[in-house]
């Protein structure tokens, strides 16, 4: 599978992690151990001087018969013996040496020392003499201990990091293969077969919610497939007609000669078609911009019963030839694109004209509502005829679509009326709606109301 430059490999980068958070838990484990050691062993260092001081003050001080026949460097020789890593140095008070067993050239930063002050009990009187005494301890085997730990952690920091940094990465590319499992599947995937779906057994739970996000997707992708396919074809069939028409009509009259009213008469029902068939382009057009993101040319605040008077002012004519009366009830102030609401408050008094049962009313309704703690306005289209089956309702905004070709005029029709009622709601942030029970069929539209305007 091939990388983009740039991208970070997901399997290489949690590796990378588990090797840094590895090494950064050991060597804060090791820190800790060390820390711990070294303050042990120099408590236990001190520990033992204090011990050693008391020691050597007891003996210094101790004027029992037996030390008395012994030196001063004998009794200190016999303290030392066995204690290799310990030295004493004696100074009396007018500062002459007494002692000193110390190792020439070794510094401070190797030893630890206690200086305190004794009492040197006479080896010929009984008078004792005032001193002071260096107790030096040697640290240098505790040094090479500590450097031992220190070197032996250091390995195995590094040596445990290692291991665990295989392992994980080990572990990490087995975790991943669900991830590599889905990429099979949706790169198996196509144009062709779009009800095939992902399948999510055997996946973590984590990649669950992925699976049913994406299976959603495919399935709104088929029914967008399916609608462009349809599309396609009611076009190529409202297209076809009237082109048929306008070929067959145009090689009859060029087979013989024709007088000019002949050819007058082809000419305007030819333009006839040629102007149903601008209108279809122009009306496919204007959906076309609106699925491309156009908005309101000019939103300015207008009356909604104002522009719904002059609509009902246009289609008077149409209302008195089917014997329809049509009623404009309520008002409402918002802000929209006025000649796109009449354009849709057309189509839909259109649409109710063409279905109406003779002699009834058209009513548009228009009101407002509080809805979600926003308010909107609804432009209601209602007229009595015959209903429609809730199956068809869900669909009668989209393009084409016919719930009974009986219903349509193909002549004057094509089937975009509604969804351009759709399309301009949409621009105006707003939703459409049908409803159709009882013998009264509803179309209209929830537009949002700005606050302020």
Excluded: C
């Excluded at 206690?114 to 009990?121: C, D, L, S, W």
């Excluded at 399948?199 to 959603?216: C, H, K, R, W, Y």
């Amino acid at each position: 599978m091939k990388q983009t430059a740039g991208v970070q490999h997901l399997g290489r980068q949690l590796s990378r992690w588990m090797a840094l958070l590895s090494m950064l838990g050991l060597g804060a484990v090791s820190i800790a151990v060390y820390l711990v050691f070294d303050t042990t062993l120099s408590a236990r260092q001190e520990e033992m001087l204090d011990q050693k001081q008391q020691a050597l003050a007891h003996v210094l001080g101790d004027d029992d018969v037996e030390h008395r026949d012994k030196s001063l460097a004998h009794v200190l020789t016999d303290f030392l013996a066995g204690h290799a890593d310990y030295a004493i140095r004696i100074v009396d008070s007018q500062g002459a040496t007494l002692f000193d067993s110390r190792i020439p050239g070794l510094g401070a930063e190797h030893t630890l020392q206690r200086t305190f002050a004794v009492t040197i009990q006479s080896r010929t009187t009984d008078h004792a003499q005032a001193a002071t005494a260096t107790l030096v301890m040697d640290r240098r085997p505790d040094d090479a201990l500590l450097r031992a730990l220190a070197w032996a952690l250091f390995i195995s920091m590094i040596a445990g990091s290692l291991l665990l940094s295989l392992f994980g990465g080990l572990l990490v590319r087995r975790s991943l293969r669900p991830i590599q499992s889905l990429v099979s599947q949706i790169d198996e995937l196509s144009a062709k077969d779009f009800g095939r779906r992902l399948d999510g057994s055997g996946l973590p739970q984590e990649l669950l919610p992925i699976v049913t996000q994406f299976n959603a997707l495919l399935d709104r992708l088929a029914d967008a497939y399916r609608q462009l396919e349809s599309f396609n074809a009611d076009v190529a069939h409202e297209l076809n007609t009237p082109l048929s028409t306008l070929i067959s009509s145009t090689e009859v009259v060029l087979r013989k000669p024709r007088t000019v009213e002949e050819m007058r008469e082809v000419l305007e029902s030819n333009l006839e078609d040629l102007r149903r068939i601008a209108a279809m382009v122009g009306d496919m057009l204007f959906l076309s911009r609106a699925d491309r993101g156009a908005g309101t040319r000019e939103a300015k605040v207008f009356s909604l019963a104002a522009v719904a008077a002059d609509v009902v002012e246009f289609y008077e004519a149409v209302a008195l030839e089917a014997d329809l009366t049509v009623e404009v009830r309520g008002d409402a102030q918002l802000q929209f694109d006025a000649p796109l609401m009449r354009r849709a408050l057309s189509n839909l008094l259109s649409n109710a004209t063409r279905y109406a049962a003779s002699g009834s009313r058209i009513v548009i309704q228009i009101g407002t509502q509080a809805q979600h703690g926003h308010t909107e306005a609804v432009i209601s289209v209602t007229n009595t005829g015959a209903d429609i089956a809730p199956q068809h309702l869900r669909h009668l905004f989209d393009r084409f679509y016919r719930a009974d070709s009986a219903r349509y005029n193909a002549d004057r029709n094509h089937g975009l009326g509604l969804a351009i009622v759709k399309a301009i709601a949409k621009m105006h942030g707003g939703t459409v709606f049908a409803q159709s029970e009882g013998g009264t069929t509803t179309f209209g539209l929830v537009l949002p109301v700005v606050p302020g305007a």
